[in-house]
């Protein structure tokens, strides 16, 4: 959800002093040269990790400062806008107001977006998470904030690429992308964490502010939300569904204290505890294998073999645990 925080809480908010038993995302000790400018919310409970992208004594330009720069950038662009018009020997009226426009024009852009002033705070508690981020006016600072007790499902993807033409030519360039979101049980977005890195040039902040550990962070926090319910709910003889995305095909996974289900529309696949061969995790495919005691492999097909896609199953992580605490897999 997103709601203003009013100037007058956030000056007081800024001069809160950093509690000595934060940590950041990593698990690091925090720095004490951080701005810490919006306490977290009790909607999170206790705070387990914290971070800020804003150093302190760094501050956005004032009002009127910016007003200035941007009517100086906008002199300067209708001067070169003239300037061009003379050089270029522009006679007909219409191009020589077209050249002296696009010249103002872009000179209001550069200047109103010259400070590029954008730093946030986040905080993961044993409840919750929020993202609060700063755009230089501290009246209209955004506000997000998930508690878990809304939320339904998490769905991560990871995704990694390498250019092959810049790794044989001594480069090492290409992406990560992180992506963290939750949902609600009918499948509506909640919150979102995403995060790519090209590793190319330097960053603008420091690493570990990136929303990578947040949402790393986040979802350790998430998984040990649910796990108390989860295995309490085993323990009573319950399966566990755990749905599979796109949702609308309603495909799913089903954990019990005994079995294993693999459901896809009305159809489903029940497994005992001791007929699971393996299970094996490969996170650099990013999925999940499982072969049956009598899995046969085909050309064409093969029976009792899954594949299950990290990114495509809700609250992997929850389901990885699980499966390893009541039925012994991934060994």
Known sequence: MCAPVVAQELEEAMRTKNPPEWVDHTGEPLSKRLNFFVDPPEEIGEVQSA???LP???????????FNVAL??????????????????????VWRCVWVGVGTLLGLLIGTGIEN?????????????????????????????????????????RTHYESIIDKQAGRQT?????????????????????????????????PEANFYHFGNAAEKAWTAYQLPRARR???????????????????????????????????SDEWLS???????VDRKKGVIRFRHIQAKKGWLSSKGIYEVSFGDLANAELFLKLLREFHKHPA
């Open 174 to 206: 290409g992406y990560t992308t992180y992506y963290f979101e939750w949902l609600n049980e009918k499948g509506k977005s909640l919150m979102t964490i995403s995060y790519r890195d090209h590793g190319m040039g330097e960053k603008k902040f420091p």
């Open 72 to 93: 100086a950038a906008t002199v300067i662009g209708m001067a070169l806008g003239i300037v061009l018009d003379i050089v270029a020997g522009v006679e007909s009226w």
């Open 51 to 53: 971070m800020s992208s």
């Open 117 to 157: 002033f954008k730093h946030w705070v986040t905080y993961v508690g044993d409840a919750g998470i929020a993202r609060f981020i700063h755009t230089g006016n501290a009246a209209k600072i955004k506000v997000e904030i998930l508690p878990f007790e809304g939320a339904a499902d998490i769905r991560v993807s």
């Open 233 to 267: 709910r085993l323990k009573a003889g319950e399966t566990i569904r755990f749905r599979r995305f796109p949702l609308l095909l309603g495909d799913w996974v089903g954990l019990g204290k005994d079995t294993l289900t693999f459901g896809w529309g009305k159809k």
């Open 274 to 280: 001791d007929e699971i061969a393996e299970v094996e």
């Open 56 to 66: 302190k004594g760094k501050e956005p330009w004032s009002t009127t400062f910016r």
